[in-house]
């Protein structure tokens, strides 16, 4: 069992940036793979970004490749998603997630990041 805690969400102007953290405890965080999400009204839960236990293999969805950046600290059971160029359309609730085996099965609660333009 994992347990995921999101934090650093609030409100900024177009532009601007965010840091979110997870931070996770329980079994072993660092033979996870993590991934972020974010689930803007009335539309489905996207992918952001994801990396793997070693800090590599790391991927990113389009519409923020090239302005998020996604790390992770193993020694502090952490994963974290630097938010740059922020822009309305980054409005959601993000969630980061632990992957054990095929299917992204631990969530955290969720943080509100509100891009104002």
């Known amino acids: 069992q994992v347990q995921l805690v999101e934090s650093g969400g609030g409100l900024v102007q177009a532009g601007g940036s965010l840091r979110l953290s997870c931070a996770a405890s329980?079994?072993?965080?660092?033979?996870?793979?993590m991934g972020w999400f974010r689930q803007a009204p009335g539309k489905e839960r996207e992918f952001v970004a994801t990396i793997r236990w070693s800090g590599d293999s790391i991927s990113y969805a389009d519409s923020v490749k090239g302005r998020f950046i996604i790390s992770r600290d193993n020694a502090k059971n952490t994963v974290y998603l630097q938010m740059n160029s922020l822009r309305p359309e980054d409005t959601a609730v993000y969630y980061c997630?632990?992957?054990?085996?095929?299917?992204?099965?631990?969530w955290g609660q969720g943080t509100q990041v509100t891009v104002s333009s």
């Open positions: 329980g079994r072993t965080f660092s033979s996870y793979r």
């Open positions: 997630a632990a992957k054990g085996g095929s299917a992204y099965n631990y």
